[in-house]
C-alpha cells in the first residue's frame, strides 16, 4: 500500500483544513487507517484513526470536537477535517495503516505497517 497525504497549508488560529489520504497499490484493505503529527522538537503523537470495519473512530483528547476522520471508500481516500485549529496543532501531519488487527494499540505508531510522506499544517496566531 503507498500512502499519499496532502492538504497541508497555512492558516490562521480558528480556521480549518481538510487532509487527505489516498490509497494506491492494494489500496485501503487494512484492518485501520490513522493520522499522526509531529511538531518540531517533538516526539509523534497520535491524532485519529478510524477501524475500517465498521468505521470506529478514535481521537486523542487534544482533538475530539475539532477534527473528525472519514473516508471514501470509492475513491479508497481517508480524510482528516480539522476546524478551529490552534497554534498547537502545527505540525507535519501523517497518516498510516495497519494490516494487522489492532483496537488496543489503535493509538500507537508501531502498530502501523505503512506510512505517507506527511504533509505540513502550519496555524498561526
Known amino acids: 500500500v503507498q500512502l499519499q497525504a496532502s492538504g497541508g497549508g497555512l492558516v490562521q488560529a480558528g480556521g480549518s483544513l481538510r487532509l487527505s489520504c489516498a490509497a494506491s497499490?492494494?489500496?485501503?484493505?487494512?484492518?485501520?487507517v490513522g493520522w499522526f503529527r509531529q511538531a518540531p522538537g517533538k516526539a509523534r503523537e497520535f491524532v485519529a484513526a478510524?477501524?475500517?470495519?465498521?468505521?470506529?473512530?478514535y481521537y486523542a483528547d487534544s482533538v475530539k470536537g475539532r477534527i473528525t476522520i472519514s473516508r471514501n471508500n470509492a475513491k479508497d481516500t481517508v480524510y482528516l477535517q480539522m476546524n478551529n485549529l490552534k497554534p498547537d496543532d502545527t505540525a507535519v501531519y501523517y497518516c498510516?495503516?495497519?494490516?494487522?488487527?489492532?483496537?488496543?494499540?489503535?493509538?500507537?505508531?508501531?502498530?502501523?505497517?505503512?506510512w505517507g510522506q506527511g504533509t505540513l499544517v502550519t496555524v498561526s496566531s
Open positions: 478510524m477501524k475500517w470495519i465498521g468505521g470506529h473512530t
Open positions: 498510516a495503516s495497519s494490516s494487522g488487527a489492532i483496537t488496543s494499540t489503535i493509538r500507537l505508531a508501531r502498530s502501523y505497517d505503512y
Open positions: 497499490g492494494r489500496t485501503f484493505s487494512s484492518n485501520a
